[in-house]
């Protein structure tokens, strides 16, 4: 069954131009400069990538066959390794969630993003590579690791840039018959290519944790009467990697009417529907994908899909059943 108009499009174009660049509020400077984004589904997201990687540093040192791999946490949407979050928000929503992401100076405190969850397991990980496009987030990421973990500082490479580029090149540097990897991807909007995602399948070694703009990005570019700006176009194409979610999201149909032949548009931007098309596409090039997950803003309408893909043939079966145990939780 078709769903139309399910999304609330907020506003004019700036949300939908937003999605398009960088999401983040905070300077990223030399102090320990503020870093502000998500909401609940922010604690969703982290609490279910910390437990799947407890559970992949258990396999990977306990296992007897798995032991000899050098494993890899990549974190390519690193941050500033903190966020801010507030307890009983209020005012000040930020222009670019609309509602979603709020500042509230009296309560406001500290929390560990992905970056300081991956360095904390009590079983690390042998190599870690963070990557940003904020030249300022990355230093400041690395000057919290040096300080407060130390020991764990040498087995982390820092990388500033955008992670498209350097994910490619890293994936061809590294040698795929000993070395193993966890990416996340956890982008403000529409950053993530799919060349780079394909290039993550192809290794054969990659758990992929993708935080896919479902709401935020997506549904908000196609329009309900499927007159898409030729730029918003492309980056659908470069984000599925295909021309093929226009027919997947439209169907034209010819009627006959009044004065003639008709044309009529019909969009399907159900989430439902685009988290089926984004499966399929990982499915092209990964060897097992679970169902995602959506995250919810405090109204209750989807902001990402939590995705999660194994490219390795034999340790897929196992991946997958982990993820989708901790993803239905
Ligand atoms: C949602 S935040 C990441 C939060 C982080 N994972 C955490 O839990 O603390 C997204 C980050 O991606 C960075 N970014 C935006 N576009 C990027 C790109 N093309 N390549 C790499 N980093 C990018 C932003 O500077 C921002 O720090």
Known sequence: MKEFGQFNIVGDATPVLSALADFGTGAGGPLMSEHRFGGDWTEIKLAKLEKYLRAYRTI??????????????VDAFAGT??????????????????????????????????????????????????????????K????????????????????????????????????????RAV??????????????????????????????????????????????????AKRLDTTFGTKDWRSRFYETTQQEGLFGQMETVERDASEENIQGFINERLRTCFAGVAKGRILRNSKSNPMYSLCFAAANEKGAPTAIRIAKDILSD
Not at 146 to 173: I, M, S, Y
Not at 186 to 205: F, H, I, R, S
Request: hydrophobic share 35%; aromatic share 12%.
């Open 60 to 73: 990977f040192s306990g296992n007897p066959r798995a032991r000899h791999f050098r494993t890899w946490y």
């Open 81 to 138: 390794g903190s966020r801010t979050r507030t307890d009983t928000p209020r005012v000040s929503p930020s222009a670019l969630f609309g509602s979603d992401v709020y500042e509230d100076v009296d309560t406001k405190r500290y929390r560990d993003g992905s970056a300081k969850i991956a360095v904390a397991l009590p079983d690390p990980f042998d190599n870690y590579l963070f990557i940003d496009k904020s030249a300022g987030r990355i």
């Open 140 to 179: 400041e990421l690395e000057r919290a690791i040096e300080t407060e973990r130390p020991a764990l500082h040498p087995r982390c490479a820092f990388e500033h840039g955008d992670a498209n580029d350097v994910l490619k090149q890293w994936c061809r540097e590294r040698d795929w018959t000993k070395e």
């Open 183 to 232: 990416v996340f991807l956890d982008p403000y909007g529409m950053q993530v290519e799919w060349g780079m995602v394909a290039t993550l399948g192809a290794t054969k070694a990659v758990d992929l944790w993708y935080l896919f703009p479902l709401g935020v990005g997506v549904a908000r570019l196609l329009t309900r009467d499927g007159n898409i700006d030729e730029s918003w």
